[in-house]
């Protein structure tokens, strides 16, 4: 299987700007790339026994081992620590943390667009010190949605993970500056713990990072194909965890960003094995390639532009899109207004048990 390993089931730690070997895709170069895209398209205006909508986020047993090949521009989680064991009568206030996308390289600019990244802070009132947790892509976001094609292999070759990341301290001018940083809730020492334990299991079974939400229309009652799994999925499934174990949210707004694609009902089209195998379908695997191709780095600002147009040509005038979900390649027809990024209301969750506030 292409398809590259990252880290264990503890790394835990800090986003840093440490350099490898310089596999990303220029984020600042295709997060534009990704909106030009949504103004163009708005202007512009399988098999049965899997057809479950939308499909289930597959988990795993365990994370793979790193693949050499998959190297981070900027280094996962360098300063990471391990989460305390906090006292059941502690006191551990809940902060909602969010700030411009690549904002420690760009500012406010992305922000200005509602391309945010989200985190969740905690304080121990019994300690007074910080910490922040968050989830996102060990080989940036260019390698998590596109892949990278290797002349030495016939299958598209993906540096896809994601995970969490926890560290002490929150960097309050980071999160106040051009973001968020608010109360959102008060829990115990206790149910902190339990939330612990959750987010480890989380972290060791939901192993990749998923960019896309993929629906029929922008239709809000729209069937929906594929749900993303990103920084701010990861911070819904805490606190949804949190309030199942007893947590009182405040009633404030909480929006998140999220990037859609748009079209009809999928089609399955198999695994890696199934279509670049030896007895695989070589027409649709030379289709994939050629989809993929337009979105690969290192480009000079001639090739930039030029895939911008192959992009284009791809999505809007043939409408077609190939989406890698739980390593199965899926056809996607795509539908006006093809693609969207949105920054919308997710209110904050209900407390499910109170019995178990333990507060």
Same mark, same amino acid.
């Given at each position: ?54 499909? #289930?986020?597959? &988990?795993?047993? /365990? ?10 521009? +900027? ?11 906090? @006292? ?6 809940? %902060? ?30 019994? !300690?007074?010190?910080?910490? !922040?947790?968050?989830? +996102?892509? $060990? ?5 998590? !949605? %596109?892949?990278?094609? &290797? ?5 598209? %070759? ?16 980071? *999160? ?6 608010? $109360? ?40 929906? *194909? ?12 805490? +606190?949804?965890?949190?309030?199942? $174990?007893?947590?009182? /949210?405040? @009633? ?5 960003? &999220? ?6 009902? #999928? !089609? ?24 993929? +191709? ?9 090739? /930039? ?21 739980? %390593? ?25 048990? &109170? ?5």
């Amino acid at each position: 299987m292409a398809q590259a390993g990252g880290a264990g089931a503890g790394a835990w730690g800090r986003r840093g700007a440490g350099a490898g070997a310089g596999l990303e895709r220029a984020p600042w170069r295709w997060a534009p790339a990704l909106l030009w895209l949504a103004a163009a398209t708005a202007a512009a205006a399988g098999d049965p026994s899997r057809r479950q909508w939308p499909v #289930p986020y597959k &988990r795993f047993s /365990f994370r793979p081992e790193p693949d050499p090949y998959c190297q981070a521009k +900027y280094t996962f989680c360098p300063t990471g620590s391990p989460i305390p064991v906090m @006292k059941d009568d502690d006191v551990i206030e809940v %902060f909602r943390l969010q700030a411009p996308v690549w904002e420690f390289k760009y500012g406010d600019l992305l922000g200005h667009l509602k391309i945010m990244h989200d985190a969740i802070g905690f304080r121990s009132t019994l !300690t007074e010190k910080n910490y !922040t947790m968050e989830w +996102y892509e $060990l080989f940036q976001l260019g390698n998590c !949605t %596109f892949p990278h094609l &290797r002349p030495e292999m016939n299958a598209p %070759f993906w540096c896809n993970q994601g995970a969490a990341c926890f560290f002490e301290g929150i960097d309050d001018n980071h *999160w106040k500056e051009n973001g968020t940083l608010v $109360l959102v809730a008060t829990i115990s020492g206790g149910m902190f713990n339990k939330m612990a334990k959750w987010v480890k299991q989380d972290n060791e079974t939901g192993i990749y990072y998923e960019t896309w939400t993929v629906q029929a229309s922008p239709k809000k009652e729209a069937e929906k *194909w594929f749900e993303s799994y990103d920084c701010s999925k990861f911070v819904l499934r805490t +606190y949804e965890k949190l309030a199942e $174990l007893g947590a009182d /949210f405040k @009633k404030i707004e909480t929006n998140y960003t &999220r990037i859609f694609l748009y079209s009809g009902e #999928p !089609t399955y089209l198999g695994n890696e094995t199934s279509v670049f195998g030896p007895t695989g379908n070589k027409t649709l695997a030379l289709a994939i390639k050629k989809f993929y +191709y337009p979105f690969k780095p290192h480009l000079s600002t001639k090739e /930039f532009l030029l895939s911008l147009l192959q992009i284009f040509d791809a999505v809007v005038i043939h409408r077609e899109f190939y989406l890698f979900y739980n %390593f199965e390649y899926w056809f996607l027809p795509m539908k006006s207004p093809f693609i969207k990024i949105t920054y919308e209301e997710i209110p904050l969750p209900n407390r499910k048990n &109170r019995t178990l506030s333990g507060l």
